[in-house]
């Protein structure tokens, strides 16, 4: 495994009201819920977002798309 491909990856699903996590293991092979927070204090928001990067030694972030289930 190269240093670049190397540590965990948190996931965000934004949403209006929720967003939800989700953090990889060390390799990248599996992805676990890591909970939902609540999108309407931005600052808590955030701050959660860096707590759980530092906790979980985070090396990348993915942000998800929000889409319908249609697709649009």
Same mark, same amino acid.
Do not use: F, W
């Given at each position: ?5 190397? *540590?965990? =990856?948190?996931?965000?699903?934004? *949403?209006?009201?929720?967003? #939800?996590?989700?953090?990889?293991? @060390?390799d990248r092979v599996?992805?676990?819920?890591? #909970? =939902?927070?609540?999108? #309407?204090?931005?600052?808590?928001? =955030? ?7 530092? @906790? $979980? @030694?985070? %090396?990348?972030?993915?942000? #998800?798309?929000?889409?319908?289930? %249609?697709? $649009?």
């Amino acid at each position: 495994m190269t240093q670049s491909s190397a *540590g965990r =990856v948190l996931s965000i699903d934004p *949403g209006t009201v929720r967003v #939800g996590l989700a953090l990889s293991d @060390e390799d990248r092979v599996l992805a676990t819920p890591r #909970g =939902v927070l609540d999108a #309407g204090d931005k600052m808590r928001l =955030v701050a959660s977002i860096v707590q759980t990067c530092r @906790e $979980e @030694e985070v %090396t990348r972030i993915l942000m #998800g798309l929000p889409r319908h289930m %249609t697709g $649009e």
